[in-house]
Nanobody, 128 residues
Framework: QVQLVESGGGLVQAGGSLRLSCAASGRTFSSYGMGWFRQAPGKERDIVAS????????YYADSVKGRFAISRDNAKNMVYLQMSSLKAEDTAVYYC?????????????????????WGQGTQVTVSS
């Protein structure tokens, strides 16, 4: 079992920044891939960014490349999403997720079916 708790969401003006955090507990955190997804009202839950257990491989959705940065601290069982140059279209509920079967250091999991544990989500609202 893996428990995930997100924090750091809120209301921010367009062009601003936010840092999301995800605290993980349970299975050995440093052995599997982690990701951030988001879901806007009436839309699918889509990948934002993901990272391998080692941090050696990272994936970003095209919509956030150059603006968002994912990182992890295995010693603290934490994963982060630094979001900059925020746009109104970034408004969504952001979810942290764990892909406990994806343990390689060369492939960052990017599909929903690869993730087996999810946090409760944190709301990010960007005002234009």
């Amino acid at each position: 079992q893996v428990q995930l708790v997100e924090s750091g969401g809120g209301l921010v003006q367009a062009g601003g920044s936010l840092r999301l955090s995800c605290a993980a507990s349970g299975r050995t955190f440093s052995s599997y891939g982690m990701g951030w997804f988001r879901q806007a009202p009436g839309k699918e839950r889509d990948i934002v960014a993901s990272i391998t257990w080692s941090g050696d491989s990272i994936y970003y959705a095209d919509s956030v490349k150059g603006r968002f940065a994912i990182s992890r601290d295995n010693a603290k069982n934490m994963v982060y999403l630094q979001m900059s140059s925020l746009k109104a279209e970034d408004t969504a509920v952001y979810y942290c997720a764990a892909a406990t079967s994806v343990r390689g250091s060369w492939y960052a999991p990017r599909f929903r079916y690869e993730y087996d544990y999810w946090g409760q989500g944190t709301q990010v609202t960007v005002s234009s």
